[in-house]
């Protein structure tokens, strides 16, 4: 985890609260740790992240005019999750990038 230089200025507030960022390495479609303790920030600001099918790099979440092809990342209170659809390009290998405000 390293403070990204952000800081964010809060509605009402004067001091700001900085930015940190997670990269999580991933390898397919599926559910992966990502051992943060989220109830302790003030929230997520990004998820963003890219990955190949061992030829071309996509973009996370990756969008496709054609919708089964598509590919979500979400986040949970412990994981990160990857769904692709039933044509979606295979994931070899890839990044997540949270970033999150510090409280």
């Not at 920030?41 to 973009?59: A, M, Q």
């Not at 496709?64 to 986040?75: D, E, G, L």
């Amino acid at each position: 985890m390293i403070v990204t230089g952000e800081r964010w200025y809060l509605e009402g507030e004067t001091s700001g609260k900085q930015t940190q960022r997670i990269v999580i390495q991933i390898a397919a479609s599926g559910s992966f740790p990502h051992n943060l303790d989220l109830s302790t920030s003030l929230g997520v600001t990004k998820i963003t992240g890219t990955f190949t099918d061992g030829t071309n790099w996509y973009p996370l979440p990756y969008v496709s005019t054609t919708v089964t092809n598509q590919v979500s990342v979400s986040v949970t209170p412990t994981n990160v999750v990857i769904t692709a659809g039933s044509t979606a390009p295979v994931i070899t290998s890839g990044f997540v990038i949270i970033e999150f405000l510090s409280s």
